[in-house]
C-alpha cells in the first residue's frame, strides 16, 4: 500500500473514468454531462502519464510517447469542449432549456 | 555524478510520496463525486477545477512537468472557463428545479458497476505469478522534461509525432470555426 | 539534534535552488521570506501609489497618519479589517467566500519560481515561465466566481469584462514571451529553455539582455509584453472593468471589508509578478547593467555598493525632510517618527555595505530594484493615461497587439535561424 507503483494511478484513472461514466449515463443537464465527458478523457490522460512514467523506466529517458498522446488529448477535450458548447448555446437559444431529454426533435 | 538524474529503483523518493499520492487521489475523487451530483452547474465547474489542479500535482508527481503546465493553463485556466462563461452566460436557475437524475440512473449505474469489474478483473491478473506492472527499474528526474518532449515532437531524426502536431493544429483552426458558426445568431 | 543541524547546513555550500536540492527547511525559509518580502511590498505600493499619483497632481497626499501619510497603510488595513462583512441576501455563500482565495492563491503562488538570484528561487521548474502564465491564468476563474457569485449586475457585466480582456492579452503575452524563448535557443546545444533562472543564464552567456537583441525585435517583443501586462492586471488605462466611474468597482462591488482586501492583495502581488516576468525575460534579472560592457573590480565594487547606497539616500532623505518639518509641539511625534524611520533605514544602509552582506544581496537588490521601476511605471501610467473604452481595450488586443506579436515571433525566428537558412539555401549544409 505505501509504495506507490503504476497500479495505483492506474486505479486511480479507472475511479475518475467510472465516475465520469456515470455522470454521462445519469444527469439530465446538458453541461454536467460535458463535464463528465472533461472528466473521462482526464481519467485517460492519468492513465497514459503513469504509463509513460513505466515506459520511460523500461526504454530509457526519452521514451515519453505518453506524455505527447497526452498534451494530444488535452488538445483535443479543448476542442471538443468549444464546439460542444457551441452548440448548447445554439440548442439553448431554440429551447430555452438545458434539459439533455428535451433534445427529441429528430425523434419519429 | 548524476548526469540523467537517474534515481535508482527502491530508493526513497525525497518527499513524503505515499501522503501526497493518497491526499491528491482523495482530492480528486471527491472532486469528481462532486461533479456528478450538484445541483448548481458552478458548483459542479468549481468541483471540476479542483480535480484539474489536483491531476495537475499528480503529473508533477510522475515527473511530467510539461504536461502539469499544459494542464493547469489549457484545462483549469481555458476550458473551465469557457464552461463558466457558458453557464453564465444561459441562465440555469431553472434547471437546478428540476429532476437532476434521469429515469435510467439505475442502469447507468449497473453498466458502470460492470465496467468496474472489468477494471478489477484485468488489474489483478497475474501470468505465471508476475503482477501487470512490475517494478523493479530505473527511474529518471525531469529537469530535461520540456526538451524531451520537443525532441519526440520537431526532431528530424527522433521526432515521430510532427504530422499529428500538425493535425492538432488544423483541428483546433476546425474547432474555432465551428465554434463561431454555431453560437452566432445568424450565420 | 545534531543531525538536524547538519541537514540545515548541507544546503548553504549547495549551487541548486531549495527545491532543485529537495532540502524542505530552507524551502520553507525562502516561502516565508517571499511571503514577507510581498506583504512588505504591497503595503509600500499602497502609499507610494497614493504619495506620487498626488505629487503628480499637484497635491500632497496622505500627510496626516502618520510623518508624510507612512503610516497610512495600516490605517487603512485596520479599518478594512473592522469593516462589517457583508453578504448580499441573495448570493451563493460558499462561491462568494471561495471566489477572493482563489485570486490570492493564483496571485501568490506564481512567486514559486521568480528567481531573485541563480540559486535565490523557491525552486527551479523546468517550466518555469510556463508555470507562471498558467497560474496566473487562474485568476480569471476568481473574477468569473466573484462576479457571478454576488448575484448582481454591475459586478456579472465587470466580471465578464474584466475577464474578456484578461483572457484576451494573455494571447499576446504568451507570443511575446515565446519569442523570448526563442531567443534562449542561440546556443551550440540548440536548446532553449523555460526555466526563469536558464532565461537569465541564457542572457549572461549571449552578453545581452533580451531586450537589446535582434534590435528592434526585442525592443518590440518587451513593448508588446508591457502594454499586455497592465491589460492583464487590470490597471489604468485598461481599468474599466473596475473603475468607480464606470461600473461602481465592477466585479468587486459587492465586497466589503476583509475579501476586498484580498482582491486588493491579489492585485499589487499579480503586478508585481507579471512586472517579474519582464524583469526575468528582457532586462536581465539579477544582473547587474552593462555586465559586459562595464567590466573590472572598480566597477564591480561601485556597482556592488549600490544596495547600501540606495539606502543611505533614502535615510538621508528622511532626515533632510525631519528638518522641514514644521516647529510646532503637535508635530513632535511625527517628527521623531520620521527621524526613528530615517535611522532604521540608514542602519539597513550601513549593513549592506558590508562586504560579507554586499555579495549575497546584489543579485536580490537589482531584481528587486527593476521590478521597483516597473512598479513605478504601472502608477506613472495611472496618473497620465485616460481610461480605454471598453471596444477600444479589446480592438488593441486583438488587433494590434495579436498580430504584432504573430510577426515578431516570425520575425524573432528567421533572424535567429539567419546563418543556418542561409547556409541552406546556399545548399551547403546537410541535415
Not at chain 2, 51 to 71: C, D, I, K, S
Not at chain 2, 92 to 112: H, S
Not at chain 2, 123 to 139: C, I, V, W
Not at chain 3, 17 to 35: E, K, M, Q, R, S
Amino acid at each position: 500500500m505505501l509504495h506507490i507503483t503504476t497500479l495505483h494511478y492506474l486505479v486511480l484513472g479507472a475511479a475518475l473514468f467510472l465516475l465520469g461514466v456515470i455522470g454521462v449515463l445519469t444527469r439530465r443537464n446538458v453541461v454536467i454531462v460535458l463535464m463528465s465527458i472533461e472528466l473521462i478523457l482526464n481519467a485517460v490522460n492519468l492513465n497514459l502519464v503513469a504509463f509513460s512514467r513505466y515506459w520511460q523506466g523500461i526504454h530509457g529517458p526519452t521514451a515519453l510517447h505518453g506524455q505527447v498522446f497526452a498534451i494530444f488529448v488535452i488538445t483535443d477535450a479543448a476542442a471538443e469542449a468549444a464546439v460542444g458548447l457551441g452548440i448548447l448555446i445554439a440548442f439553448f437559444r431554440n429551447k430555452e432549456t438545458v434539459n439533455v431529454d428535451e433534445v427529441n426533435l429528430l425523434k419519429w | 555524478m548524476n548526469p540523467a538524474g537517474m534515481i535508482p529503483a527502491g530508493t526513497n523518493p525525497p518527499v513524503a510520496t505515499p501522503f501526497f499520492f493518497y491526499l491528491l487521489a482523495a482530492i480528486m475523487v471527491v472532486g469528481g463525486v462532486m461533479v456528478i451530483t450538484r445541483k448548481n452547474a458552478v458548483h459542479s465547474a468549481m468541483a471540476l477545477i479542483t480535480t484539474l489542479l489536483a491531476q495537475a500535482a499528480l503529473y508533477l508527481m510522475l515527473y511530467a512537468p510539461f504536461v502539469a503546465g499544459v494542464q493547469i493553463i489549457l484545462y483549469a485556466g481555458g476550458i473551465m472557463v469557457l464552461f463558466l462563461f457558458v453557464i453564465m452566460l444561459i441562465s440555469i436557475e431553472r434547471a437546478e428545479k428540476e429532476r437532476q437524475f434521469n429515469k435510467q440512473w439505475l442502469v447507468g449505474i449497473v453498466a458502470a458497476a460492470a465496467l468496474g469489474g472489468l477494471f478489477i478483473a484485468v488489474y489483478t491478473t497475474t501470468t505465471k505469478g508476475r503482477a501487470l506492472f512490475p517494478e523493479g527499474r530505473m527511474t529518471y528526474g525531469e529537469t530535461q522534461n520540456t526538451q524531451q518532449i520537443a525532441a519526440l515532437l520537431f526532431d528530424r531524426t527522433a521526432g515521430q509525432y510532427m504530422f499529428a502536431f500538425e493535425i492538432a493544429s488544423l483541428l483546433l483552426l476546425v474547432a474555432i470555426i465551428g465554434a463561431v458558426v454555431m453560437a452566432k445568431k445568424r450565420i | 539534534m545534531h543531525a538536524l543541524v547538519q541537514y540545515i547546513q548541507s544546503y548553504l555550500d549547495s549551487d541548486k535552488t531549495p527545491g532543485g536540492a529537495g532540502n524542505i527547511f530552507w524551502a520553507t525559509v525562502y516561502i516565508l521570506l517571499v511571503f514577507a518580502g510581498l506583504s512588505v511590498a504591497v503595503i509600500a505600493m499602497n502609499w507610494l501609489e497614493r504619495k506620487i499619483l498626488a505629487h503628480m497632481q499637484v497635491r500632497l497626499g496622505p500627510m496626516r497618519v502618520g510623518p508624510h501619510g507612512l503610516l497610512q497603510p495600516i490605517a487603512d488595513a485596520i479599518k478594512l479589517l473592522l469593516k462589517e462583512d457583508i453578504i448580499p441576501a441573495e448570493a451563493d455563500a460558499v462561491v462568494f467566500w471561495i471566489a477572493p482565495f482563489i485570486v490570492v492563491l493564483a496571485a501568490f503562488t506564481v512567486f514559486v519560481v521568480v528567481p531573485f538570484g541563480p540559486t535565490h528561487a523557491i525552486t527551479d521548474m523546468n517550466i518555469g515561465i510556463l508555470f507562471m502564465l498558467g497560474v496566473s491564468s487562474l485568476s480569471v476563474l476568481g473574477i468569473v466566481t466573484a462576479g457571478w457569485a454576488s448575484n448582481s449586475h454591475y459586478p456579472l457585466i465587470g466580471a465578464l469584462r474584466s475577464s474578456a480582456q484578461m483572457v484576451s492579452y494573455e494571447v499576446a503575452m504568451g507570443l511575446a514571451v515565446v519569442s523570448v524563448i526563442l531567443m534562449t535557443s542561440l546556443n551550440e546545444q540548440s536548446t532553449g529553455t523555460l526555466s526563469m533562472i536558464g532565461i537569465v543564464q541564457a542572457q549572461l552567456a549571449q552578453q545581452e539582455w533580451f531586450l537589446f537583441k535582434f534590435f528592434p525585435l526585442g525592443l518590440i517583443g518587451f513593448g508588446i509584453f508591457a502594454i499586455a501586462m497592465v491589460a492583464e492586471t487590470n490597471r489604468a488605462p485598461f481599468d474599466l472593468p473596475e473603475a468607480e466611474s464606470e461600473l461602481t468597482a465592477g466585479f468587486h462591488t459587492e465586497y466589503s471589508g476583509f475579501r476586498w482586501s484580498l482582491f486588493f492583495l491579489a492585485e499589487y502581488s499579480a503586478m508585481i509578478a507579471v512586472s517579474s516576468i519582464a524583469v526575468t525575460l528582457w532586462l536581465g534579472g539579477w544582473l547587474r547593467p552593462f555586465p559586459n560592457l562595464l567590466v573590472g573590480p572598480t566597477w564591480d565594487l561601485l556597482f556592488s555598493l549600490f544596495p547600501g547606497i540606495t539606502f543611505l539616500l533614502l535615510a538621508a532623505m528622511c532626515f533632510f525632510n525631519t528638518a522641514r518639518m514644521p516647529k510646532h509641539p503637535l508635530f513632535k511625534v511625527q517628527t521623531i517618527g520620521l527621524a526613528g524611520f530615517g535611522a532604521v533605514l540608514g542602519l539597513i544602509g550601513l549593513i549592506l555595505v558590508l562586504p560579507a552582506v554586499r555579495i549575497r544581496v546584489t543579485d536580490i537588490f537589482w531584481f528587486s530594484a527593476k521590478v521597483a521601476g516597473f512598479m513605478y511605471l504601472y502608477i506613472w501610467y495611472r496618473g497620465t493615461f485616460p481610461r480605454y473604452r471598453f471596444d477600444q481595450l479589446m480592438k488593441v488586443g486583438w488587433k494590434v497587439l495579436l498580430p504584432t506579436g504573430l510577426a515578431l515571433l516570425v520575425l524573432t525566428a528567421l533572424v535567429g535561424m539567419r546563418t543556418e537558412l542561409w547556409a541552406e539555401l546556399q545548399g551547403v549544409w546537410r541535415p
